[in-house]
């Protein structure tokens, strides 16, 4: 099974891990693993798409350039990519607006997990609920349906590309 | 209209189910030092719920959301399900 399903899995596993009241520690990681599960997926899928003609060392080399933080603001845009107010003009052209409902799912789950995990991480203050931590869940879950459905259209290649080139290939 | 005033509007143009008690909100920067808004929609506590009560309020987040990103404000919205104790 590919690494994002079993991260997934893991999240809900460790959700609904305790009888009763769950322990913050198990909702936390709950939280942690339902981000990197959202994160593996755009990776891999973006190693795929650009390292399509490496190996698998090669294809491994181009998941280690993927930056969080910047594909935290990738996401931000494409969430919202109905025009392309936001977009840079040497990459607007390249996509057709509106961006497919599956992308702009995709993009909102991981700006929405990235924030929780950092909460979830650090903020000791925060306490989680089993029913938020399981509706997290449940919208990765649907999110990875979507994704399947739009991956293979021209603007889910670009927003893969943007993901890992968006300090970059804006350069004229 | 202020960007706070809107996003009150964007969620108060939804018909919240009986479940949520309260909804209050946090107007702030976000871990990456964005805009953000935290919309907080108060449970009661439930360490056990049903699928049907998890799929109900993870799409109920899931539209909040849209209807803020939806409403073109500056600030990112995060939607957390905030438990009450009975």
């Keep these: 099974m590919s690494l994002h399903k079993d991260l997934i899995g893991q999240a809900r596993s460790l959700a609904t891990l305790d009888k009763g009241k769950p322990k913050q520690a198990n909702l936390r990681r709950a939280v942690s693993s339902a981000y990197y599960a959202v994160f593996h997926l755009l990776v891999a899928e973006g190693a795929a798409t650009i390292g399509s003609r490496l190996d698998a060392a090669g294809r491994a080399k181009v998941s280690r350039a993927f930056g969080h933080a910047d594909m935290k603001e990738v996401c931000r845009a494409y969430a919202k990519a109905v025009s392309d107010v936001g977009f840079k003009p040497e990459i607007a052209p390249l996509l057709t607006f509106p961006v497919e409902d599956g992308i702009r799912e995709v993009s909102q789950v991981f700006v929405e997990l990235q924030e929780a995990r950092h909460s979830a991480d650090y903020d000791v203050a925060s306490k989680w609920t089993r029913l938020d931590v399981l509706a997290l869940i449940t919208s990765v879950e649907d999110a990875f349906i979507k994704w399947k459905s739009v991956k293979a259209v021209p603007n889910a290649k670009i927003f893969l590309f943007d993901l890992l080139l968006r300090r970059s290939w804006g350069r004229a | ?86």
Excluded: C
């Design chain 2, 1 to 86: 209209m202020r960007e706070e005033d809107v996003i009150k509007a964007a969620v108060k143009a939804l018909r919240l189910p009986k479940e949520i008690k309260a909804v209050d909100y946090l107007f702030s920067d976000d871990s990456t030092g964005q805009p953000a808004v935290w919309v907080k929609l108060h449970v009661a506590e439930d360490n056990n719920p049903s699928a049907t009560k998890v799929r109900q309020l993870s799409d109920l987040r899931k539209a909040v959301a849209k209807s803020i990103l939806s409403a073109e404000v500056s600030r990112w919205p995060y939607v957390r399900l905030v438990a009450d104790r009975a």
